[in-house]
C-alpha cells in the first residue's frame, strides 16, 4: 500500500497515492451522514461550493447530488481524472436537467491560486493541515479571496493537537477570516499548555494519552492526577465561551463578516 506523501507538496507523491488506491478500489470514502453534515449550512449560504484539494473525496459528487453549485479541484491529475468520472456520472444522471446544480472539475493548485468566480462556501476535506507554512499562508489568502461576503470555509481536519492547532488558526485570521470563540479557545490552549502535561483534545476536551510518558504501572495514578489538573480549567474555559457568545453572534450574523471554522475530527 502506497503512504500519502509527507511532503505535502509533492505532486508526484499525490499522484501515486491516489493511483494507488484506486487501484485497490478503495477511494477514501465517508459515511454518507458524514458527508452530508454540512449540507444545511451550505444551501442557507447558497450553495456555490468550492472543494479545494478534494482529492477521491466523494463530497463534490454528493453535494451536486443536494442541488448545489460544485467546482473541486486539485493539483493531481490522477485526482482531477476521478472527479471528471463523477461529474461525468452525475450529468448522466441529471440529463433531464431534474436539478439546478453544476459539477466543475479543474487542475489547480489551491496554495498558488484562487479559481475564478466567487463562492459562498469553500470546504477543504483534510487538505491544509498538513501543509508547510508557507503553503498554509497563501491557502488562506486564496480561500478568502475566493468567498463573497458573508461566506464561509470550513475546515476538516483530523487529530491535529498543540501548535498545529495554532499555526492553521493564525494562517486563517491573518488572511481576514473570523474564528469564533477563538478569544476563548486561545486563553484554555495556553493554560492547558502551561502545565507541561501531555494530552490530546478528543471530542473537543482534553485527555491524557498513553504515549509512554510514565511507567506503565503508575500511568492510572499519575494520568488521574494530570486529569484533575487539567479539567480544572474547566469552568472558567466555559464561562469565557459564554462571555464571548453575544460577541461571536454579532460578527457571524454582520453580513460582511467572512467566517472560517475549523473541525478537530478524531479517529
Known sequence: MTDRPENWDDRDGWNRFFAAELSAGHPAFHPHFIVLRFRSFVHKK???????????D???????????????????????????????AFLTENEAGTLNATFDVAEQDFTHEAPEGTFDVVINCRAFQGLSSSAMRAAAVHFYAA???GGAAILDTINVQGSGRRE????????????????????????????????????????IPNW??????????????????????????????????????????????IVAHVVYATG
Not at 493531481?76 to 471528471?84: D, F, G, N, P, T
Not at 485570521?173 to 492547558?192: C, D, H, V
Not at 464561562?239 to 454579532?250: I, L, W, Y
Request: charged fraction near 25%; include cysteine.
Open 212 to 257: 509512554g510518558q510514565y511507567p506503565a504501572e503508575e500511568f492510572s495514578e499519575l494520568a488521574g492526577r494530570d486529569q484533575q489538573i487539567i479539567d480544572s480549567f474547566t469552568a472558567e474555559y466555559e464561562r469565557r465561551r459564554q462571555e464571548e457568545s453575544d460577541e461571536v453572534k454579532a460578527t457571524i450574523d454582520n453580513p460582511k463578516t
Open 46 to 56: 447558497g450553495g456555490r461550493i468550492w472543494f479545494p484539494g478534494c482529492g477521491l
Open 147 to 149: 468567498l463573497r461576503p
Open 58 to 88: 466523494p463530497y463534490p459528487r454528493t453535494y451536486a447530488e443536494q442541488g448545489c453549485h460544485v467546482l473541486a479541484t486539485d493539483f493531481s491529475s490522477v485526482a482531477v481524472r476521478y472527479q471528471q468520472q463523477q461529474a461525468a
Open 168 to 207: 492553521m488558526e493564525d494562517s486563517l485570521m491573518t488572511a481576514g477570516f473570523y474564528i469564533p470563540f477563538q478569544k476563548s479557545e486561545s486563553w484554555y490552549r495556553q493554560r492547558l499548555e502551561s502545565t507541561g502535561i501531555v494530552y490530546g483534545m478528543v471530542m473537543g476536551r482534553p485527555r
